[in-house]
């Protein structure tokens, strides 16, 4: 019984998965507008590994000003030397996305020393890819902190300017457990359906306003995302 149920788990990721795939060619055939991100101030957690910093390269290489913020100074570090070498402008800042306070500080310190976000990445994220009964309350904390929460608390610091100069883009990295539970992934997967459901809700309200709020609803990454 317990094998059906992860296969079950298993299947219905999958058929999230292919959801995802599917729009994803609808939007490859029907493409937004491009438009040039040269001059945006792209602010992106998680920024010291893995899609983080492949996102922040290529932001760059097309003409944004970078805010990386990771937990990981070295690294965090290295991603802003990176854009550097490449003759891109990057500023690095450490922040704990698991701390409420400690975004409310750092955000005012990129505002104080950089200037205001017009681009937010909502993409620090962790997995503890443990048993719910077998996972200690405090991962299970840590990882609703990081892949939930943090996306009230980063959006609470830099949504009110984008509204009052009606511009500016939010966007939040998500996951097809963001869309079908699966075994094993209890709190992984409340922690992006909480993500999905907050990108939801901001979008329809922002929707009054000339600016964008988008999720992408990621498949397969290989990063280092491991808790615990």
Same mark, same amino acid.
């Given at each position: ?14 058929? /999230? ?6 729009? +994803?060619?609808?939007?490859? #055939?029907?493409?937004? $507008?491009? *438009?040039?991100? !040269? ?50 402008? /990057? ?6 996305? +698991?701390?409420?306070?400690? #975004?409310?500080?750092? $955000?005012? *310190?990129?505002? !104080? ?35 939930t929460n943090a996306h ?19 966007? +939040? ?56």
């Amino acid at each position: 019984m317990a094998l059906l149920k992860d296969i079950i788990g298993v299947v219905l990721l999958f058929v /999230a998965s292919l959801v995802a795939r599917l729009l +994803s060619v609808v939007r490859l #055939i029907f493409p937004p $507008a491009k *438009k040039s991100v !040269s001059g945006e101030i792209a602010l992106i957690t998680g920024a010291g590994s893995g899609l983080g910093r492949g996102m922040a390269l290529s932001f760059a290489r097309l003409g944004a000003t970078i805010v990386a913020w990771d937990i990981n100074e070295e690294a965090n570090e290295a991603t802003v030397q990176m854009i550097r070498q490449e003759g891109g402008k /990057a500023f690095g800042f450490v922040c704990d996305c +698991s701390k409420r306070d400690d #975004i409310y500080r750092v $955000a005012q *310190k990129v505002k !104080s020393s950089v200037g205001h976000v017009t681009i937010l990445i909502n993409n620090a994220g962790i997995v503890t890819g443990r048993k719910f009964l077998d996972c200690p309350d405090d991962l299970i904390q840590k990882t609703m902190d990081i892949n939930t929460n943090a996306h009230f608390w980063t959006t609470k610091a830099f949504l009110p300017h984008m509204v009052e100069q009606n511009h500016g883009h939010l966007v +939040s990295i998500a996951s097809a457990a963001g869309l079908a539970g699966t075994a094993g992934l209890a709190d992984y997967c409340t922690s992006k359906f909480g993500a999905v459901g907050f990108a939801d809700s901001i979008r329809v309200r922002l929707c009054l306003f000339v600016y964008l709020f988008v999720y992408f609803v990621c498949r397969w990454v290989s990063w280092n995302s491991r808790a615990g």
